[in-house]
């Protein structure tokens, strides 16, 4: 009788520390929206990438069938691409940096306790991490349109293997940018896809236009 009394009493402890832990690990959980600084950058970097660079080699590809001026027009996209991302996005995060270093010095100049103050540093924004990731980003997307029309001589197939690729490229990005921020990726795919088929088709449509004037 005794034992069975200890060995319940004993259980308690036990199931304490169980429930305590399982506590320490919901708090410990990943909050996905610190994720937010970088993968904001590297998403939209990806899909400016994609879509930008894949419409200026529609566009060109509209009035211009050599695969040279198509290649060259592609790769000087992503150049200028990949460096006004990266600049863009570390003036614009430095900006948000500074707003918010102000604004933690006039609460510490009311007395807002320093502990607090310096756990807030940590949740600052990068400027130099969204860069990076910006311009990194932008490289790869771009590089999937001149990738797909590096090795197709014929005009008409080269300009489908584009819009193909980058339509597919634009799923994967929407989707990979939705799973790693544990939103929904379909909602997210559907929405890369159709700007970027709009985009693609308008400066097709705009630049064509354009060249059957004699511009």
């Known amino acids: 009788m005794d034992s069975n009394q200890d060995a319940k009493f004993s259980s308690h402890p036990v199931n304490d520390m169980e429930r305590q832990m399982s506590l320490e690990l919901k708090e410990k959980e990943f909050d996905y929206s610190k994720r937010s600084q970088w993968l904001r950058a ?39 691409g990949a460096c006004s991302m990266a600049i863009g996005e570390f003036v ?15 609460e510490k100049e009311r ?13 600052l ?18 590089m999937v349109p001149l990738l797909a029309a590096s090795f197709i001589r ?27 921020g544990r939103a929904p990726a379909a909602r997210s795919s559907i929405r890369a896809l159709i700007g970027g088929c709009l985009a693609m088709a308008i400066t097709f449509g705009a630049t064509k ?7």
């Not at 400027?127 to 490289?139: G, T």
């Open 92 to 106: 614009s995060v430095y900006s948000q940096l500074d707003i918010e270093m102000a604004q933690m010095k006039r």
């Open 209 to 215: 236009l354009i060249g059957s004037c004699g511009l």
């Open 42 to 80: 590297a998403v939209l970097g990806a899909n400016d990438g994609l879509v930008s660079t894949a419409s200026l080699m529609m566009g060109i590809g509209a009035v211009k069938q050599d695969i040279k001026v198509m290649i060259l027009t592609g790769f000087a996209g992503l150049v200028a």
């Open 111 to 123: 007395a807002v306790g320093i502990e607090s103050i310096k756990g807030e540093k940590d949740g």
């Open 125 to 142: 924004p990068n400027p130099i991490q969204a860069a990076a990731a910006s311009a990194l980003a932008f490289s790869m997307g771009a």
């Open 154 to 180: 014929e005009y008409r197939v080269r300009m489908w293997v584009v819009a193909a690729a980058v339509s597919l490229a634009l799923v994967v990005f929407g989707w990979l940018g939705a799973m790693l």
